[in-house]
């Protein structure tokens, strides 16, 4: 059998391992386990199944006894847990990491070599697709790989159909999600909305896809070995939770490879790239023209430190957030590893960059308060009718919400403009309240944030 023969062709490094196979019970992960276990005299292969089960639907726990029945019918170990999730995010994505960080302690605890999963070809060009929609490189479009770390996808080149047929051959039984074909989930429209059109155009969408998947794969690998080449060069030094690069080389670089360097940088810091986007990078490339002392706060509790000549990248937990300050109008206040400063002017108009705005001196009075964002925050930003949340104009940003209490939040004081209440005057680098815009005539001030 094809199926079989392919499976055995991918298993060979890995003769005499011990597998802890995730099985969810639907039918690709009982078809990997079927395959395992046929191979499993045959490559002296020592198996483990594993069942997580997050309580997020009806019928979760009767799957966890249907693939604990499969498991003690082919006489193999079974280990399952209740994940339950913590409100608040992306449930999937959760979801995901609570399963992956169980599935290695059981790896641990059982002594294994592998976790295996039974992601496959239609997996993997959903894959591709979601990181097309969300923004990616290089990465994103070589999608997963057959082995990561310690995971291990035998069946990455496999279409769907072809397990499905393989089970219908075996008539093996499995569970049905029912959520699956909810589109309410991001890769659940790709699925059925997205892949199924381009099917029409080329019915071998997957197959296509995923062979092209594997030569941009091949070719990240070649990149990422350039990148990696590249970063040893910038290296000052290398320690258990941070790096030393050196600025002027850094500067000196291509900004398309400077941004690699970043990413493999950052890969080798916090293990992989998840959450980390093009904006960060940015960030990272304007930390060098910023002076000593300035810092870049970064998913993941990664953080970058403009030093003299270097900038260092650490890791580890997250600082605590900028406390209130106050500003007096002229002068400057420090905001984390930032400044707002406050100038009077004749003329000035703002910076491109949003790193600077002017306002009405009269309306701003001497003295301002530089603080977080706070739940409720809301104010009427140049350019816009009507009012709006700042964590709707910081959502509108793309800023995520770990990096929200960096930004600073410039407020007029109780009793000061328009009102008892604080109004704000800017969401520095950002927008500008409109009621504080300059008026003809009247003295200006610049806010700057540095």
Partial sequence: MKLLDDL?????????????????????????LDLLNELRPEFGLNLVVAHADHGLRRGSAKDAAFVESLAHGLGL????????????????????????????????????D??????????QVETLFLHLARGTGMQG?????????????????????HLAR?????????????????????????RHQVIRSLRKINPQLVETVSQSMRVFSNEYEVVRMLAARE???????????????????????DRGLRHLVWREALRQLAGDL????????????????????????????????RQYDALVLRIGPPTEPPKRTALTVPGEAAFGDRRISAKAVARARPEPSGSAVVVDAEAVGNKLIVRPPRAGDRFK???????????????????????????????????????????????????????????????????RLI
């Fill in 231 to 253: 970063l040893a060069q910038v290296t000052v030094s290398v320690g258990g939770t941070g790096r030393t690069l050196r600025r002027a080389k850094l500067m000196k670089m």
């Fill in 381 to 447: 930003p140049v350019g816009m009718r009507g009012s709006k949340l700042v964590s709707d104009l910081l959502t509108d940003a793309k800023v995520p919400r770990d990096e929200r209490p960096w930004v600073p939040v410039v407020v007029s004081p109780p009793g000061k403009g328009r009102g008892r209440r604080q109004q704000i005057v800017w969401v520095a680098g950002y927008r500008a309240d409109r009621r504080f815009a300059p008026r003809r005539g009247k003295s200006r001030i610049v806010l």
């Fill in 274 to 305: 998840r959450g980390f986007a093009l904006r960060h990078l940015e960030q990272l490339d304007d930390l060098l023209h910023r002076q000593t002392g300035s810092c870049a706060h970064l998913p993941r509790g990664v953080t970058a430190v």
């Fill in 166 to 190: 393989y089970a219908r051959r075996r008539k093996l039984k499995f569970r049905r999600d029912p959520t699956n074909r909810n589109v309410k989930y991001a890769r659940n429209r790709i």
């Fill in 141 to 161: 479009l070589s999608g997963m790989r057959t082995l990561s770390g310690k995971l291990l996808r035998p069946l990455l080149a496999t279409p769907r159909s």
């Fill in 77 to 112: 170990p079974f280990v399952s847990a209740r994940l339950d999730l913590n409100p608040g995010g992306n449930v999937e994505e959760r979801a995901r990491e609570a399963r992956y960080h169980w599935l290695e302690s059981v790896r641990q605890k059982r002594q294994a």
């Fill in 8 to 32: 055995r062709d991918v298993l060979q490094p890995y003769r005499g391992k011990k597998l802890v196979v995730a099985v969810s019970g639907g039918v690709d992960s009982v078809v990997l």
């Fill in 114 to 123: 592998f976790i295996v999963t039974a992601h496959q070809a239609d997996d």
